[in-house]
T-cell receptor, first 111, second 115 residues
């Protein structure tokens, strides 16, 4: 049972434009959400997180938005750069020790 | 220092071999994790250690045996693996503050091939 879902397996964006990656979750007990970037054969790299008490968190070119009522979060990257091309995973956790990962979105930024 | 170090980076082993994967962090994190990742799939949780005690075992076959010798080290002992166990094995750690989670930091992984 996939509790965290990323419905877009891939996304292509022109360099300089905005990339929007989406993530949906089903468990209302999740209270902490994260985005990771991953290159093939490497470990995921933490990008940005958001607590359920907030609806927005910004770090440089990366902004995460959380809509708790819709159980939806999104990652905005602006402006997108070719080096941003990677697979992006969203993840969620509650009071337990587990991080639940989405299925990933492969982002390609076209120069 | 947000580094989680995994060794070896690559491992090829036969189905009758015994090998171990190692993971180390010096961030003072008290939760450590083993994940398995197959190509084009999300990381799949295997084990969680919290304060050096095994807190979660996601019904992993006994041919995988985790060990947490101290708060900085996490091992995964492998024995009699199958070719379908070939995958990227990821170690992660996070700072557990009471019931609140913080971000998990991942190592670079061990690419395991079982022949």
């Amino acid at each position: 049972d996939q509790q965290v879902k990323q419905n877009s397996p891939s996304l292509s964006v022109q360099e300089g434009r905005i990339s929007i990656l989406n993530c949906d979750y089903t468990n209302s007990m999740f209270d902490y959400f994260l985005w990771y970037k991953k290159y093939p054969a490497e470990g995921p790299t933490f990008l940005i997180s958001i607590s359920s008490i907030k609806d927005k968190n910004e770090d440089g070119r990366f902004t995460v938005f959380l809509n708790k009522s819709a159980k939806h979060l999104s990652l905005h990257i602006v402006p997108s750069q070719p080096g941003d091309s990677a697979v992006y995973f969203c993840a969620a956790s509650g009071t337990g020790n587990q991080f639940y990962f989405g299925t990933g979105t492969s982002l390609t930024v076209i120069p | 220092d947000t580094e989680v170090t995994q060794t070896p980076k690559h491992l090829v082993m036969g189905m009758t071999n015994k090998k171990s994967l190692k993971c180390e962090q010096h961030m003072g994190h008290r939760a450590m994790y083993w994940y398995k990742q197959k190509a084009k799939k999300p990381p799949e949780l295997m084990f969680v250690y919290s304060y050096e005690k095994l807190s979660i075992n996601e019904s992993v076959p006994s041919r995988f045996s985790p060990e947490c010798p101290n708060s900085s080290l996490l091992n995964l002992h492998l024995h009699a693996l199958q070719p379908e166990d070939s995958a990227l094995y990821l170690c992660a750690s996070s700072l557990k503050q009471g019931l609140t989670n913080t971000e998990a930091f991942f190592g670079q992984g061990t690419r395991l091939t079982v022949v």
